[in-house]
């Protein structure tokens, strides 16, 4: 299957200070990646859509301003948690699905990133 | 909200067959039954999806109900590397839409 990297894969920050998150398609295009967030014991939740070249969509109830997203190109979209809180620790996970051809309709899933707020 | 529903947890004895139930009555015409599943602190793992005709690969096999209102994702010999959370998921086809996470069935495998 397609293959989806995330870095890093931990960090460990400290409250107040932003941390990025880039989600890579390493073997197609991906015009369209998600992101996700899983508390512990629980199941992943939508946080945005990321679109090349456009502005992301956010789920309700995920600030916009707090959780930056950035899609500059078809292989690479960054995921920054600006002010990052105690709060905001979690499991962050991109997905995306190749090309736009109706063939390639399952989703594949990054490693996930475990954000440590201190 | 997700439009599965699954049992919270299973177990399955190491070598026999594994079989995670999922209900989906609500699911209509022109969705997908997809499952993936989730090793403690990894991303979710494509395993298999179907429509109405089930479907076998080198993974698992996926029986759907004629009715498709439910459906059971079998893992034939399984191993302890298969314990793990499995997700139900119900999916139109266009490109684009998202995955609704449900909260999974943890299968322990047990020697």
């Known amino acids: 299957g397609a293959v989806v990297s995330q870095h890093p894969s931990r960090v460990i920050c400290k409250s107040g200070t932003s941390v990025k998150i880039e989600c890579r398609s390493l073997?197609?295009?991906?015009?369209?990646m998600f992101w996700y967030r899983q508390f512990p014991k629980k199941s992943l939740m939508l946080m945005a859509t990321?679109?090349?070249?456009?502005?992301?969509?956010?789920e309700q109830g995920v600030e916009k301003d707090k959780f930056l997203i950035n899609h500059a190109s078809l292989t690479l979209s960054t995921l920054t948690v600006t002010s990052a809180h105690p709060e905001d620790s979690s499991f962050y996970i991109c997905?995306?699905?190749?090309?736009?051809?109706?063939?390639?309709?399952?989703?594949?899933f990054g490693p996930g990133t475990r954000l440590t707020v201190l | 909200d997700a439009k599965t529903t699954q049992p919270t947890s299973m177990d399955c004895a190491e070598g026999r067959a594994a079989n995670l139930p999922c209900n989906h009555s609500?699911?209509?015409?022109?969705?997908?039954v997809y499952w993936y599943r989730q090793i403690h602190s990894q991303g979710p793992q494509y395993i298999i999806h179907?429509?109405?005709n089930n479907e076998t690969n080198e993974m698992a096999s996926l029986i759907i109900t004629e009715d498709r209102k439910s459906s059971t994702l079998i893992l034939p010999h399984a191993t302890l590397r298969d314990t793990a959370v499995y997700y139900c998921?119900?999916?139109?086809?266009?490109?684009?839409?998202?995955?609704?996470f449900g909260p999974g069935t943890r299968l322990s495998v047990l020697p």
């Open positions: 998921i119900v999916r139109g086809y266009n490109y684009g839409q998202n995955f609704v």
């Open positions: 997905s995306t699905t190749p090309g736009k051809q109706a063939s390639y309709n399952e989703q594949f």
């Open positions: 990321s679109n090349e070249g456009s502005k992301a969509t956010y």
């Open positions: 609500t699911i209509s015409g022109n969705e997908y």
């Open positions: 073997d197609f295009q991906a015009t369209t």
């Open positions: 179907g429509l109405k």
